[in-house]
């Protein structure tokens, strides 16, 4: 007869729920910030200095239109 009564006692516990309140179960303190990162300090070398444009020029990209005419032409769509 020992049986139900400890059954019954197990059901007691599950039934009612609770928050844990172990150390383990806790949400960690919120840590301080690190500190923000150090200025890069100003080199002496070309400080407000203008660059000089590149000897070969900029880049010029290809014709585009050309590019898309040798493409073959697209299918309609079927809805």
């Given at each position: ?40 300090r ?14 070969n ?23």
């Open positions: 007869m020992e049986r139900p009564e400890i059954e019954m006692e197990e059901m007691e516990e599950v039934e009612g729920w609770e928050t844990p309140k172990r150390a383990e179960c806790r949400i960690p303190a919120v840590l301080p910030c690190p500190p923000p990162p150090a200025r890069k100003a080199s002496a070398v070309g400080v407000g200095r203008r660059r000089d444009p590149p000897k020029g900029y880049f010029h990209p290809p014709d585009l239109e050309a590019l898309f005419a040798a493409a073959p032409p697209r299918r309609e769509a079927c809805a």
